[in-house]
T-cell receptor, first 111, second 115 residues
Framework: RKEVEQDPGPFNVPEGATVAFNCTYS??????FFWYRQDCRKEPKLLMS???SGNEDGRFTAQLNRASQYISLLIRDSKLSDSATYLC????????????FGQGTILTVHP | GAVVSQHPSWVICKSGTSVKIECRSL??????MFWYRQFPKQSLMLMAT?????????EQGVEKDKFLINHASLTLSTLTVTSAHPEDSSFYIC???????????FGPGTRLTVL
């Protein structure tokens, strides 16, 4: 079983739609959680950290459920520019700084 | 601020040659840098952790004699792919952990094609 699993999609949604991505992680020692965005042939860029209390940044909302080892990302009012691959990333408590990436979920927002 | 550069951005080489990739933190110091590899339609896989002034630590399954890492200063780490073969063709990305707060910043990646 992969340490971080995501639904690869692709998700094809119209502009203005709300879309949600899910991610599960297998190592209960994981302590830090992030969502990254990666555009085609580019490096990943940090979208937001994920906290147990849930956090929001504009149109983006991230949730963490430690009991279920589950992370989510909600994008509201999708824009064309949101089209990218979204990567769920965790850091295990015992592997300081080492990021473990999920395979990514592809999102395409169309007019 | 917090810019990481990689050089070259892309390289094509013949099988059997060695290729050196540089990762530089331009405006911050990074005691630790990480090297990742990404094959098409797959996610990033950590190859090794590069520590300034000491030996790199490699992930399971990564050959340390094939992927030589040198982290000689707080702003530069290099990855040398020795005797490259077509199966080494990939997108190599580094990240640098800022010493002051350990936040990581990614380089733009190097696309290696081995013919």
């Amino acid at each position: 079983r992969k340490e971080v699993e995501q639904d690869p999609g692709p998700f094809n949604v119209p502009e203005g739609a709300t879309v949600a991505f899910n991610c599960t992680y297998s190592n209960s020692a994981s302590q830090s959680f992030f969502w990254y965005r990666q555009d085609c042939r580019k490096e990943p860029k940090l979208l937001m950290s994920v906290y147990s209390s849930g956090n929001e940044d504009g149109r983006f909302t991230a949730q963490l459920n430690r009991a279920s080892q589950y992370i989510s990302l909600l994008i509201r009012d999708s824009k064309l520019s949101d089209s990218a691959t979204y990567l769920c990333v965790v850091i295990r408590g015992t592997s300081y700084g080492k990021l473990t990436f999920g395979q990514g979920t592809i999102l395409t927002v169309h007019p | 601020g917090a810019v990481v550069s990689q050089h070259p951005s892309w390289v094509i080489c013949k099988s059997g040659t060695s290729v050196k990739i540089e990762c530089r933190s331009l405006d911050f110091q990074a005691t630790t840098m990480f090297w990742y590899r990404q094959f098409p339609k797959q996610s990033l896989m950590l190859m090794a952790t590069s520590n300034e002034g000491s030996k790199a630590t490699y992930e399971q399954g990564v050959e340390k004699d094939k992927f030589l890492i040198n982290h000689a200063s707080l702003t530069l780490s290099t990855l040398t792919v020795t005797s490259a073969h077509p199966e080494d063709s990939s997108f190599y990305i580094c990240s640098a952990a800022r010493t002051s707060d350990n936040e990581q910043f990614f380089g733009p990646g190097t696309r290696l094609t081995v013919l």
